[in-house]
């Protein structure tokens, strides 16, 4: 095992212990909706809760400082992840190798649980100045940043151009705004809460903004390459329906633009020394995937 995966290994056990003390129990009335908040957040990847903890670790912040706000990144991640398998949404019947949230508990709890995650996910990062000692201010700055990368100029406008694309009308410039405002942002985000948990001077929350947006969207080009891939595969699965880069582009010109955007999200990290080591590790590993 390399050292990178050894790091996301590392990271995605410690997230996991968090979420498990911080979800109610599935025991805990009403049963249902805690079993399916539950159920909706295993086995992920927890890349995005990661890049909170390895942005904090490039700004000398401990890891214990950041958690509540990884952990309540991966909440929203999942809460998004729900919305966006429902049958009036993506329509897709499965998520991480097992029914998605809706097949398993019904549409109706799973936008219950979508809601209750996104609600704990707020509750946390209100309880900052008490957990971690934040300033009540900037504790507020975040909860403000999660509302805008949530709402109408984020994740949810990003949804709703989703739903409305049309290939006939709407070009490459369309596309990549879904998936700025879909995928980036989250990135994004996970980002900013972490460069403002440790204290981060306005050039490095600009830099390291700048490095997370591109590498999200980085990010979203390899997946459509990858569920392109899919096609035809029954073993694997069906491919992602709806806009995506791989059919708008192409193979090769989509993993340019990834590309592309993987060289400015390392030109972001220019400013920081080896303490960035990670994220440059991340942004590099990204290109790699396999299928």
Known sequence: MDILSQYLSAKRDLINQALDQCLPPATAEPRIIHECMRYSVQDG????????????????????????????????HTHSLILDDL?????????RGRPATHDRFGEGIALLAADALLNLAIVLLGANHRLIGLPAETALDII??????????????????????SPAVDGASMLERIHLRKTANLFRLSARAASLVAGATEHQLAALSSYAENL??????????????????????????????????????AHALAEQLTREALRALSGFDATAETLRSLAKANLLRPA
């Open 45 to 76: 990847k927890r890349l995005r809760p990661t890049i909170v903890l390895a942005v904090a670790e490039t700004l000398a912040c401990p890891v214990e400082r950041a958690l509540p706000t990884a952990v309540a990144v991966e909440l929203i």
């Open 87 to 95: 049958p009036g949404m993506d329509n897709d019947d499965c998520r």
């Open 144 to 165: 403000r940043e999660v509302g805008e990368n949530v709402g109408t100029n984020g994740m949810i406008g990003g949804q709703v151009a989703d739903l409305t694309f």
């Open 216 to 253: 999200g969207l980085a990010y979203q080009i390899i997946d459509d390459i990858l569920d392109h891939a899919k096609s035809g595969n029954p073993i694997k699965g069906r491919p992602r329906a709806g806009p995506n880069f791989a059919t708008a582009y192409g193979i090769p010109r």
